[in-house]
């Protein structure tokens, strides 16, 4: 594992009086508003790990809406173009002794501003994981599947970020517990005062889509709080996705907006003796 860590910085103070009038000295002193240093590779990995995992073991069942836009490009036909909406659903399940697992599933309501029922997204990439496991690309229990490469502070949507750059590491393609097998990178913008995902980006050149084509496959996923129980979670906002089969057979893409967030709860009441009534 390479870890880019930012050069050290070194602080020198130099108080100039000689030649210069009282003023002038006072304002020599006030030094620049300058931003932070971002912290250590490692350690921001670290952070990141840690919400995860709070993530992951205190995020409730949830049902929120979903309004998915997808395109279909083929050579000599027609452009199609549907509008679904759908209640989405996360559902969390954990086996005693087992790592907290989640099922995603969605009931399409309409497309095409038409009832559906039963009706499923197709496509040649379906995604799925942006709310369980797509955040933790970039954290410490992944650094022995990717690289990682922390770049200069940035910024996203004007607010500074921190920017993380990574490629799936060669030598875990066929490793069972990593991505993979095909070959991947991408790209991670942090809150650089939360430690959590602000967008992750991926890019797959060469994925095997459903009807076995490789095509050049793009996502990235925006995220946003939402208040549950007064606890903040970081949420999927937007999904992004394209891809375009290799042979240029095909090109599917979609966006996908996720609003409206509920906790699923479950209640009860308690019958009484049916022969208390009679």
Known sequence: MRFCLPAGHVLRVVLLTSF???MAAAQSLVAPDTPAPQPSLPDILLRLQENMW???SSVPNFFCDERVVSTMKQPDTRETKTTSESVFRLVRSKTIGEAPSFS??????TVNRHAAKGDEIHGPAIFSGAFSTASGVVSLEMARCFNYILEPMGQLNKAPAIVIDYTINPD???DNSCPGPEKQSGRAWIDPTSFRPLRVEMVIPNHIDNNGRPTLWTWAVDYAPVVFDSKQFWMPRTITSNAVSNDAFAEWSFTASYSNYHKLTVSSHIITDIDDKK
């Open 20 to 22: 210069l009038p009282p």
């Open 54 to 56: 709070d993530y992951l």
């Open 172 to 174: 875990v393609l066929h």
């Open 104 to 109: 995603e599933t969605r009931e399409v309501r």
